[in-house]
């Protein structure tokens, strides 16, 4: 089997900035669910048997307590904002599992869950549908993937060095160097991204990088500058790291089978209505009539 695992949080900010807004009879903004739903259905249109979604709940995690500066809530539309409670019940009504991260993230979620579907040997593949370079990370050979549904690009541990330039173990020392302003760090000065990985495929991580410029046996410019920052900031670098690391302790489910997909809850009609969506009503019956995904 494969299994599927979805960036929620990500589908939903996808949905509501591609689609135009509707709002349900009561008022409410319903679009962007509508669009994940049928982004779901979609995919088990096309084989797909065993799916998972993580979502943050509260957007906020337990990095906010390490660095202030982290991402929070702040800037949200409150349009977006307010279909995250309905995404998650919606998809729920219609059969998929959902992760909602309350201390954790929607990505570590999707690590946690990338690891114990890996750890099940029926599984023959799993894949981590998002683009987020940040789970990068949890790609192993060509047995978990990164899946950027949107533009149809599959992602094995050799196509993560060929996008990085280090391999997937060193995604969290190549971002705390290089900084993620969607997650809110900034890096540590003059660190590039080619210079990043530069540095990291001779030395695999921060702190085995020699603290002196002259001892660097790698072709970058600026290595005495380089050096000398990074000592500078070798505390926030780090700290960057720990946050760009995703905890595969997250609260996921147990076991593979636990996902599979076997239509929806009876309630699925009254979600549809709320949603003004009776198309998907009709989706779904139509793929459980047919006994599901195919195999």
């Not at 962007?32 to 084989?47: C, E, H, M, P």
């Not at 705390?176 to 890096?187: I, M, N, R, T």
């Not at 089978?257 to 019956?285: M, N, Q």
């Amino acid at each position: 089997m494969k299994v599927h695992l979805i960036d929620g949080t990500y589908e939903l900010f996808r949905h509501f900035y591609a689609m135009p807004k509707s709002r349900n009879a009561g008022g409410h903004e319903v679009a962007a669910v509508r669009g994940v739903l049928g982004s779901l259905f979609f995919l088990i249109d096309n084989g797909a048997t065993h799916v998972a979604v993580a979502t943050d709940q509260v957007i906020e995690s337990f990095r906010n307590d390490l660095y202030p500066g982290y991402k929070d809530g702040s800037g949200i539309d409150p349009l977006l904002w307010s279909q995250f409670p309905l995404l998650e019940e919606s998809l729920a009504a219609a059969g998929f599992v959902v992760w909602p991260m309350v201390e954790f993230e929607a990505d570590d979620g999707l690590a946690a869950g990338a690891a114990m579907a890996s750890a099940d040997p029926r599984v023959e593949q799993v894949l981590v549908c998002t683009p987020d370079k940040d789970l990068a990370q949890c790609v192993v050979d060509a047995r978990v993937v990164q899946f950027d549904r949107r533009n149809r690009i599959v992602r094995d541990e050799q196509g993560v060095i060929e996008k990085f330039g280090v391999p997937p173990a060193a995604i969290p020392d190549w971002l705390a160097l290089v900084g993620d302003s969607a997650d809110g760090f900034p890096g540590v000065p003059r660190f590039g991204a080619k210079t990043a990985a530069a540095v990291l495929s001779r030395y695999g991580r921060i702190e085995d990088i020699p603290t002196e410029g002259a001892r660097w046996d790698v072709a970058v410019r600026g290595a005495a500058t380089l050096a000398a920052n990074l000592v500078e900031h070798m505390d926030d670098a780090l700290l960057f790291r720990r946050l760009a690391t995703l905890d595969t302790d997250a609260p996921v489910a147990g076991s593979v089978d636990e996902l599979e997909w076997k239509g929806p809850r009876e309630d699925f009609g009254l979600v549809c209505s709320v949603l003004d969506a009776p198309d998907l009503e009709r989706r779904a019956a139509e793929l459980l009539a047919r006994g599901g995904a195919p195999e």
